[in-house]
């Protein structure tokens, strides 16, 4: 059986559309590199000023690569652009698909997004103003003894990403509870009733994000047990909503 001419002209403008969206988000982010990679070294120190504040006098981080100095502020600098970008990526990923859906439909994606870009700000500030200074002043000390504590740059910048990334998906739960509540894969009640095994479960997911260290893993699992309650009370206030709207 052929297609239609028509259905393969739709399919057709339909990839041409995906295409076009997905250039714009890739444009945003080398625009945004271009305009900081001049400024690559100051936005890199400006990064690591948590672990540099932390460091004894007269140490400094250091740079076992040859290219280190260069690819690991360009390569942060990437990273950056991607996280900055975020709402225009979004942006265009919605656009694509709101044609087709429903009215009430667009009505509850619509806050789910918002949310969703401010909650990944969110856990990326808590990670960078409450996590780092807390975990790159534990660090130092229980350094071996005779161990001098000079970090590499590359190594610094995986845990950032690692970290940002880790809490920044950390914060999308209240997100996750709230869809699977609405689309009626559970319910807020039955989530309650499953708490004790949900917080044991953060605090493993905690465990395998963040590094080997008490002191991050307990940072994330915990605002990520707040958030889950967050998660629960939201669905079902929004439940309740829906309840009183229909009767």
Not at 77 to 91: E, F
Not at 98 to 119: D, M, N
Request: overall charge neutral.
């Amino acid at each position: 059986m052929t297609k239609q001419p028509d259905q393969e002209q739709s399919l057709v403008s339909h990839l041409i559309e995906l295409r076009t969206r997905l250039l714009r988000g890739v444009f945003c982010v080398l625009i945004l590199v271009v305009v900081m990679f001049p400024f690559a070294g100051e936005i890199y120190t400006l990064i690591a000023q948590p672990v540099l504040n932390n460091l004894s006098q007269g140490r400094e981080m250091i740079a076992t690569g040859v290219l280190s100095p260069f690819l690991t502020p360009f390569k942060m600098v990437i990273i950056l652009a991607v996280i900055i970008s975020m709402p225009v990526i979004i942006y265009q990923m919605w656009a694509f698909v709101a044609p087709g859906l429903y009215k009430s439909e667009i009505r509850i994606t619509r806050p789910i997004l918002f949310s969703s870009v401010f909650l990944f700000y969110a856990g990326c500030g808590f990670a960078f103003f409450v996590v780092f200074p807390i975990l790159f002043d534990f660090l130092p000390n229980i350094a071996p003894e005779g161990v001098t504590y000079m970090p590499d740059i590359n190594s610094y910048l995986d845990i950032v990403v690692r970290l940002f990334f880790a809490f920044g998906l950390a914060f999308e739960i209240p997100v996750a509870v709230v869809i699977l509540i609405v689309l009626g894969v559970t319910t807020a009640e039955k989530l309650a009733d499953s708490r004790p095994y949900v917080v044991i479960a953060l605090f493993v997911i905690a465990m395998l994000l963040t590094p080997p260290d008490p002191a991050s893993q307990t940072l994330l699992a915990l605002p990520m047990w707040l958030l889950f309650e967050c998660g629960l009370l939201m669905g079902r206030s929004l439940k309740k909503k829906r309840k009183n709207d229909g009767a």
